[in-house]
């Protein structure tokens, strides 16, 4: 006999977890078209509820819980006194439309950060309207697109992509309306300069590179890159998904790079995760400034002192978001750099370089590396070994990793390393937990070698073992339904 937890069906008519006070206004009619004769509500107890989302919480894992080296995505610690600053009342509680005068401590925090991600990335203007990285990224090739066609070069509709890029930079460059050129890497995991060369001519808008690369890796050809790029009239847009290992140390602006964009939720330890909310500022050189999404926050100098207000750029590309960002992870961005000023961020990038690379000499024996060179904040190995002589592959690993407690490694990317494992440790991981994670995969991979389907049958102490991801992926489900309804509609 089995006996099955109360999970959802925990309702119960005539209970009751809040009661509400008397109003202290008189009472008011619903509008007929607002009003509806059942409220499926559950009827529940306040312990009840309480239980119900501590137990929905211990299902999901959490940077707070354990370590998620998931490459390219930064899953780094989010310090407790950003979110206690974001939390103050004149932040959290100002309302998103409150007149500039009655909002001008938010409005400098917000121009503040603008100089700031200017300063430590080289450019000369920022937006933070962006929501994410990926909008930042649409941003980065409307103002791209925009430019061109403001200096009588719309014809200018390809946009070269390294195969080391990273993942939403084709599909980003082909909404903005361009045609998509994939150039390779070459032996060594670098954009092939040759092939840039090649690629490059009087139709070209731009490249988009990603750089550290998703192969963990500086590309080494960078300023030659750039330079084929602008000889041949385009512009270069760098990929700020792995800024977490630069900090300090390289400015993409003085490189010659042209637009970027920041994801506040990766390298300035915003959550990340759950579908947001990210943050995408974009930054650019100052010949582009006037192409950036409006409204921006202009420091304006009066008698009686500075103040902020909000500005157009003259040849914007327009609003792409509401309320001018997600303002919350603004404060959260600046809280965190202001916390570790110049130097703390310098040491971000050189603790995530050296954990990356020490994680990656502990394990490049066991599990094969195809670019075994110092790699920056991150490193991709491969289970191409495993699979070839003992069946078992990288999905494999990445499932039996959960039963250490572990968050699985990026798998499968990038597209160009088979059985890919993207391993990334950030900044944020001690010793002993780097050592607990190579300990596993040392276990892992002898566990590949004498008892194979350990391995391609885990995980084992999970609630949920292997799931159908395929078959959930093609059939959503996305709400719960109760039961009752199930079987109304049964019965119909």
């Known amino acids: 006999m089995s006996v099955e937890p109360l999970i959802f069906e925990l309702s119960s008519p005539g209970r009751r977890g809040v009661r509400i006070p008397a109003p202290d206004v008189p009472h008011t009619e619903l509008p007929v078209d607002l009003q509806r004769e059942r409220l499926d509500w559950p009827e529940v107890s306040e312990i009840d509820v309480v239980r119900h989302f501590t137990r929905v919480s211990q299902k999901n894992h959490a940077i707070d819980i354990n370590f998620y080296p998931l490459g390219s995505c930064t899953m780094k610690y989010n310090p407790k006194i950003n979110e206690r600053v974001a939390r103050l009342d004149g932040l959290a509680n100002l309302h998103p439309l409150a007149p500039e ?29 962006p929501a994410a990285g990926a909008l930042g990224e649409f941003t ?13 070069e719309a014809h200018r509709t390809k946009m070269l992509i390294p195969d080391s890029a990273h993942g939403t930079n084709p599909a980003t460059a082909r909404m903005a309306g361009f045609d998509v050129v994939t150039v390779p890497s070459d032996i060594r995991g670098n954009t092939d300069l040759d092939a840039v060369r090649e690629l490059v001519g009087p139709d070209t808008a731009g490249l988009m590179i990603t750089n550290p690369n998703t192969l963990g890796l500086w590309d080494e050809h960078i300023t030659q890159i750039i330079d084929a790029v602008h000889e041949a009239g385009g512009l270069v847009y760098n990929d700020g998904a792995n800024f977490n290992a630069i900090l300090g140390i390289a400015s993409p602006g003085d490189l010659g790079i042209d637009v ?5 939720h990766k390298t300035f ?4 995760g759950g579908g947001g909310p990210g943050s995408g500022p974009v930054g650019v050189t100052a010949e582009l400034a006037d192409y950036l999404p409006g409204p921006v926050v202009t420091k304006i100098d009066e008698e009686d002192g500075p ?18 960002g997600n303002f919350g992870m603004h404060v959260r961005a600046y809280t965190y750099i202001r916390m570790h000023g110049a ?18 000499t502990r394990l490049h024996e066991t599990y094969h590396v195809p670019f075994d060179r110092t790699c920056m904040h991150e490193f991709v190995a491969t289970a191409s070994m495993q699979k070839q002589q003992h069946g078992v592959k990288t999905l494999d690993i990445a499932k039996r990793l959960l039963d250490f407690g572990i968050h699985p490694p990026t798998t499968y990317f990038p597209l160009i390393v088979p059985e890919a494992l993207m391993i990334e440790p950030t900044e944020t991981e001690s010793r002993e937990s780097l050592d607990y994670f190579v300990d596993a995969m040392l276990q892992i991979a002898q566990e590949a070698e004498e008892s194979p389907e350990t391995v391609t049958s885990a995980p084992h102490t999970t609630e949920f073992k292997r799931l159908d991801e395929v078959g959930a992926n093609r059939n ?5 339904v109760p039961e009752r309804e199930k079987e109304a509609v049964a019965a119909d």
């Not at 980065?140 to 009588?152: F, P």
């Not at 703390?344 to 990656?360: C, F, H, K, P, T």
């Not at 959503?476 to 719960?480: C, D, K, P, Q």
């Open 101 to 129: 005068a009655t909002a001008q401590g938010a409005l400098e925090l917000m121009y503040e950060l603008q100089e700031i991600l200017d300063e430590i990335s080289g450019f000369d203007a920022v937006t933070l309207q």
């Open 476 to 480: 959503l489900n996305l709400r719960w």
């Open 343 to 360: 130097s703390g961020l310098r040491q971000i990038s050189e603790d995530a370089v050296l954990n990356a690379n020490y994680l990656r």
């Open 140 to 152: 980065g090739c409307l103002v791209i697109k925009a430019w061109h066609a403001d200096r009588g």
């Open 307 to 324: 103040r902020f207000a909000w500005t157009n750029p003259p040849k914007s590309v327009g609003r792409l978001h509401a309320f001018n």
């Open 260 to 264: 970027m964009h920041f994801n506040l």
């Open 269 to 272: 330890s915003t959550p990340h």
